[in-house]
């Protein structure tokens, strides 16, 4: 929906005079062309003449300084992940580019657009080793959905037209363009005309006829069909075409991490998150259906287990807008190789009204073991100990359901997804193929300034937060009020759970001697509280909830406190373990 | 479900095939072609990149050895890079393929004798290039054939040998121009604000 209403922004927009101008400048004004109001970035002697260019148009373009570039990627991350938009982001050459790099390929894996601009030495030393060149183009290749080096200030409008068209239509992504100095500097005769079409490029494929009929087949003869929806329903903004389906031939629906919050959690059809940490029923139940209708999902290793043994009575049926995704992983009865929404509108129509009440409740079957063996000892803990759990289940109560979570990455992202009631589409935040910690808070930090009405909420553990915890400067400096929870076990804890289950508990270095947090934060202004006891919990958290401004609370979580259920690596889906 | 990194006979089989893609002439696609084989640790055994018929638009031919279900997979990435027009697989006797080898060979072995001469006749090889020292001789033909000279010349002693990668013309009628036509025609750029394409 996001890159429709960009689309259309940018299309009535161009401009048609033509000024003499330099690079730089060319640069922001193709930015504002392209509806660009917010970027996240850090200067450096490659990419001054941009930021100089920048500094006339502050009153246009809301420039966040952030504390490393990283930061800068995931922030350009979380902006484009609630709004719908490209989220951009400057560095500079050599470290400031490749500082982008593990945030470049986050947004790849996750097909999340964001455009990088990147200074780069000039032309006529490329190549040569000069004082902060690397080669950032072949760094940056395998990473990107579309790369680009500019030497000639002509190429620049262009160049950040096709950049914008790549990153956000069809399977989103992230895009780079590496602008060398010399092209910042010198002049152009600027018009800005969008990017409508590259003759190599269908990002949308068209729906097939035959492809559809075969579907509604496959699912009008179906005894137990089931739906998986993935990050695609969400991207394609096809929750509602979704929830046609799954109510009118009432059909279960599970989540993948990324699909999470596409559909509604309270529905009776929804049956749960998918995955090596999902819940019990939708793991199990995969090798029970006889017809899987997967939505812009990618069968990724953690939702799948081994392949050999997953779906193994069922007909697949892949709606898929990345033909690359189609049979790669599972093979399909029908591949629908187009935009979700797009291929729902037509299947919908020509499915049957059908009752599959029987089907549905042997989920709620295994959901009554799961709840009884795991989720209730999770959220209403009767230890001393505070469990993860509970605490993202307060957070679920007191916001609703209805803020942005967003996650590091770790047992508390599990909790996170598991525990949380997704009540609005696109309302979760995480890193989810990459597994990028330090994702969390420069990614809130977008998240809020894309969603400056909305609550964010970063959830981290101790170890993912001090990978990325100076954004706490930029937060400060810009008073962003992103609400931070780090959930502090003293121990990186998925690696230790692992070490614990498959290594006979020998802890090789996930035992973590933390600082004081509260200290830390304390330095950088920002209010903060920490709490060890369940007593005070609930408080501190609407505390935090209600504060007007940033805030950081730290909750001292059970230390070998164990995620479960858990798809053992490279185990069936079926043999998912509640203890 | 069978295992989809098997075929349908249960095995996995390596055969050479023959991949031919055709991208804008830009600078950099060689990169990102071939890291879709290196991302898998593929080995590729011969590649040749070329103007096409077409002005502006390259043909890379590439051959390597794997199984069906793995070089299907390579071919779908890299069709989905933005600057690959097209990419289309081969098995052996769906193309037309040739190869072309230069052998130098000291000028002397000819003199003499009529034994290297002879070889080179029954060949169908041809002397490119005479020099006062070396003999520098054509052959075109398959893998094997070129081989074949080279095992006969090597007790002569042959002083360099190469031979290029392949190129292949597939067996289809189809015609560059009307493939990169319908591209061009092709309507599916953009959504309008109905979620359909227009």
């Known amino acids: ?579 | 479900m069978t295992d989809i990194y098997q075929d349908s006979t249960g095995q996995m089989i390596e055969k050479q095939y023959t991949i031919s893609i055709l991208t804008e002439d830009k600078p950099g696609l060689l990169n990102t072609v071939t890291i879709v084989f290196t991302r898998r640790k593929l080995n590729i055994e011969m590649i040749n990149v070329s103007a096409s018929e077409v002005e502006g638009v390259s043909r890379y031919t590439i051959v390597l050895t794997t199984t069906k279900n793995q070089v299907e997979k390579v071919v779908k990435q890299i069709r989905k890079h933005v600057d690959v027009l097209g990419a289309f697989v081969y098995e052996e006797d769906e193309i037309h393929y040739q190869e072309i080898a230069l052998y130098k060979v000291p000028t002397e072995i000819f003199i003499g004798g009529v034994e290297v001469e002879k070889i080179v006749r029954a060949n169908n090889a041809r002397i490119l290039v005479i020099e006062k020292d070396y003999i520098v001789i054509e052959k075109t033909g398959h893998k094997d054939e070129t081989s074949a000279l080279f095992d006969k010349l090597k007790k002569y002693g042959v002083l360099e040998f190469v031979r290029s990668g392949r190129v292949s013309i597939s067996k289809s009628k189809r015609k560059t121009e009307h493939f990169l036509e319908e591209l061009e025609k092709s309507t599916t750029h953009s959504l309008n604000n109905n979620g359909t394409v227009n």
Request: charged fraction near 20%; charge should be negative.
């Open chain 1, 1 to 579: 929906m996001g890159q429709m209403d960009t689309l259309q922004k940018s299309s009535t927009s161009a401009t048609k005079k033509k000024m003499r101008i330099t690079g730089s400048e060319a640069v922001i004004l193709s930015l504002l062309e392209e509806g660009v109001d917010t970027i996240f970035g850090y200067p450096g002697g490659a990419i001054m003449p941009i930021y100089d260019s920048l500094y006339h148009y502050q009153d246009k373009i809301n420039h966040l300084l952030v504390r490393h570039e990283q930061g800068a990627a995931h922030a350009a991350q979380g902006y484009a992940r609630v709004t719908g938009d490209v989220g951009v982001c400057f560095a500079t050459s050599g470290p400031g580019a490749t500082n982008l790099m593990t945030g470049i390929a986050d947004a790849q894996i996750d097909s999340t657009p964001i455009v990088c601009i990147t200074g780069q030495v000039p032309a006529h030393l490329l190549g040569t080793d000069a004082f902060q060149e690397s080669d950032v183009l072949g760094i940056s290749m395998p990473v990107t959905k579309w790369n680009f080096q500019i030497t000639n200030p002509d190429e620049i409008p262009g160049a950040v037209a096709r950049a914008f068209y790549i990153a956000r239509t069809g399977r989103p992504g992230p895009v780079l363009l590496d602008i060398t100095k010399n092209a910042q500097f010198g002049e152009l005769d600027f018009e800005y005309t969008p990017c409508e079409k590259i003759r190599s490029y269908h990002p949308y494929p068209p729906v097939n006829t035959t492809d559809i009929k075969d579907a509604a087949r496959v699912i009008n003869s179906a005894e137990k069909p089931y739906i998986l929806v993935g990050h695609g329903v969400l991207i394609s903004g096809a929750e509602k075409e979704v929830l046609e389906l799954s109510e009118k031939a009432n059909i279960p629906v599970a989540s993948t991490l990324l699909g999470l919050s596409a559909f509604p959690p309270d529905h009776p059809n929804y049956v749960g998150y998918l995955g090596m940490h999902g819940n019990y029923a939708p793991n199990v139940l995969t090798n029970e259906c006889d017809v899987l209708i997967a939505v812009g999902m990618r069968f990724d290793d953690r939702v799948t287990g081994d392949i050999n043994q997953y779906a193994v009575k069922a007909k697949v049926i892949h709606i898929e807008i990345d033909p690359s995704e189609i049979d790669k992983i599972i093979k399909t009865e029908v591949g629908i190789n187009a935009d979700a929404k797009q291929a729902l509108e037509r299947l919908n129509p020509k499915i049957e009204k059908a009752d599959h009440k029987a089907w549905i409740e042997e989920f709620r079957k295994l959901e009554k073991i799961e709840y009884d063996k795991v989720v209730k000892r999770d959220i209403y803990p009767e230890g001393e100990q505070i469990k993860m759990g509970e605490v993202v289940r307060m957070l679920s109560e007191i916001s609703n359901g209805e803020a942005i979570v967003v996650t590091d990455v770790g047992q508390h992202q599990m909790v996170a997804s598991r525990y949380y009631k997704f009540r609005k589409p696109n309302h979760i935040v995480t890193s989810g193929g990459l597994g990028t910690m330090g994702f969390a808070l420069p990614a809130a930090m977008g998240s809020q300034i894309g969603k400056r009405d909305e609550k964010v909420i970063a959830i981290a553990g101790d170890g993912g937060f001090q990978m990325t915890l100076q954004e706490l400067g930029t937060i400060a400096q810009y008073n962003i009020p992103v609400k931070i929870v780090v959930l502090n076990n003293n121990f990186l804890g998925m690696v230790r759970q692992w070490q614990q289950l498959f290594f006979e508990k020998r802890y090789s270095f996930t035992e973590m001697t933390n600082p004081d947090f509260i200290k830390i934060v304390d330095g950088y202004g920002i209010p903060s509280k920490r709490v060890s006891e369940r007593k005070d919990l609930q408080s501190a958290m609407q505390e935090m909830y209600d504060h007007d401004g940033p805030y950081f609370l730290e909750v001292t979580v059970e230390m070998e406190e164990n995620v479960f259920p858990m798809v053992p690596s490279g185990d069936s889906v079926s043999n998912i373990r509640l203890e």
